[in-house]
C-alpha cells in the first residue's frame, strides 16, 4: 500500500450526556449508553494501547458543549504525534514527517468513541450479552461481551463506567479468545469543566511543512463503477468517497462496508507502474489484502480476520458499463 494511502487510511481510522444513575439490564442499551457517553461527555485521561507485544501510551482530552465538539489526542510514546478535532474537521499532525492531514471524522473514531450510535442489525451478526462487573482505571464497570456468529469478524468484550456509560475498556479478541488489540484508561476523569489550554496543539509546525487536504468528495453508491461479485456475509457498503492522494497522483476511490460494528476499507487506486506485491499482510491488529485488477490497484483493510478482507477484496470488481 502506498505511504500516503495508509497515513489516510490510519487518519481515518482517527481521530454531555447526564449521568445515570439507574443501570440498564438490556446489554443493547448499554451499548448505546457507551456510545453517547463518548460523544457528549467531558472527560480526560491516559489510555494504553495493546497490539501483540507492542504497546503506546496517549493522552486524551474530549469536551462537549454549545459550540459542538471538540477532541486532543496526543501519543506519549515513540514518534511524538497528535490528532485535533473540533467538530467536522480532523487535524492528524505528524511531526516526522512534517506534514499536517486535514479530514473529517468518518465513520471510524478514536477510543474511547469507537462505537456507532446506531445498533440495528448488530444482533444479527453477534451474540450480546452482560458480562460481570469489575473495575478499570479505579471505577466501577459493566462489561459487555459481543461473540461473533461466523469466523468473518473478531470479538467484542467492553467495559462501561456504571454512572455514566464511558466506554473505559475494549478488548478485541479472535475465535481462540486470544487478545487482537485493546484499548485501557490507565486513569481518567468523567464530567466537569476543561480548560481550552488542553485542546491547543503542543507541536510547533515550520513553513517547510505539508499541508494536506484529505478531505474526500462522496460519491454516490451506484455511481462508484466498483461492487462485490459476491456479498461477504453481514457486511455492507456505507460510504464512498474519492479522496486526494497528493503530491499529483490523483484520486483514490474509498469504500466502506460495515456489519455496524467491525468495517474492512477498500481503496482503489491507479497503479503507476511501481512493482506491487500483492497478497496479506499485518500492520499491528489491522490486516490488509493487496490485488491488482487491471490498470488498479485495490487494497483493502480492517480490523478483522484476514480471511474477510481477502475475500472483500478478491469479490471487488469494476462494473460492466
Same mark, same amino acid.
Given at each position: 500500500? %502506498?505511504r ?14 447526564p !449521568?445515570?444513575?439507574? /443501570? ?16 457528549? &461527555?467531558?472527560? /480526560? ?7 501483540g ?5 496517549? %493522552? ?15 501519543v506519549?510514546?515513540?514518534? =511524538? $504525534? ?12 505528524? =511531526? ?12 471510524? *473514531? !478514536?477510543?474511547?468513541?469507537? &462505537?456507532?450510535?446506531?445498533?440495528? +442489525?448488530l ?7 452482560? +458480562?460481570?462487573?469489575? %473495575? ?11 461473540e461473533?456468529?461466523?469466523?468473518l ?41 476543561? +480548560? ?9 509546525? /515550520?513553513?517547510?511543512? *505539508? ?30 468517497? *474519492? ?13 466502506? @462496508? ?14 503507476d ?9 499485518? /500492520?499491528?491488529?489491522?490486516?490488509? @489484502? ?5 490498470? @488498479? &490497484?485495490?487494497?483493502?483493510? +480492517? ?7 481477502? $475475500? ?7 462494473? !460492466?458499463?
Amino acid at each position: 500500500m %502506498r505511504r500516503m494511502s495508509a497515513v489516510l487510511a490510519v487518519c481515518a481510522a482517527l481521530m454531555q450526556a447526564p !449521568a445515570i444513575a439507574e /443501570s440498564p439490564s438490556d446489554p443493547l442499551s448499554w451499548l448505546g449508553r457507551m456510545a453517547t457517553a463518548g460523544q457528549r &461527555l467531558n472527560y /480526560s485521561g491516559t489510555f494504553i494501547y495493546q497490539s501483540g507485544k507492542n504497546f503506546e501510551t496517549s %493522552r486524551i482530552a474530549h469536551m462537549s458543549d454549545a459550540n459542538g465538539e471538540h477532541e486532543r489526542l496526543e501519543v506519549l510514546d515513540g514518534s =511524538p $504525534r497528535e490528532v485535533i478535532r473540533s467538530n467536522n474537521e480532523v487535524r492528524c499532525v505528524l =511531526p516526522d514527517q512534517k506534514t499536517v492531514i486535514i479530514d473529517r471524522p468518518g465513520t471510524r *473514531r !478514536a477510543f474511547p468513541s469507537r &462505537l456507532p450510535v446506531a445498533f440495528g +442489525g448488530l444482533a444479527e451478526n453477534y451474540r450480546i450479552r452482560k +458480562g460481570s462487573v469489575g %473495575r478499570v482505571a479505579g471505577l466501577d464497570a459493566q462489561q459487555i461481551i459481543l461473540e461473533p456468529k461466523d469466523d468473518l469478524r473478531f470479538g467484542y468484550q467492553l467495559w462501561a463506567e456504571l454512572q455514566s456509560g464511558l466506554l473505559l475498556k475494549a478488548r478485541t479478541v479472535d475465535d481462540r479468545g486470544e487478545i487482537v488489540e485493546q484499548f485501557t484508561f490507565s486513569d481518567v476523569r468523567i464530567g466537569g469543566e476543561i +480548560g481550552s489550554d488542553a485542546f491547543r496543539p503542543r507541536i510547533t509546525k /515550520s513553513s517547510d511543512w *505539508r499541508i494536506v487536504q484529505a478531505n474526500g468528495v462522496e460519491v454516490r453508491k451506484e455511481e462508484s463503477g466498483w461492487a462485490l461479485n459476491a456479498p461477504l456475509a453481514g457486511f455492507s457498503l456505507v460510504s464512498v468517497m *474519492r479522496r486526494p492522494l497528493g503530491r499529483d497522483r490523483g484520486e483514490a476511490l474509498h469504500m466502506v @462496508y460495515s456489519d455496524g460494528l467491525a468495517s474492512i476499507s477498500v481503496f482503489i487506486e491507479p497503479n503507476d507502474g511501481a512493482r506491487v506485491e500483492p497478497g496479506p499482510l499485518a /500492520s499491528g491488529a489491522i490486516n490488509i @489484502y493487496k490485488r491488482v485488477v487491471g490498470p @488498479y &490497484l485495490v487494497t483493502a483493510l +480492517g480490523e478483522v480476520p484476514l480471511r474477510s478482507v481477502q $475475500r472483500l477484496g478478491d469479490a471487488i470488481e469494476p462494473v !460492466a458499463r
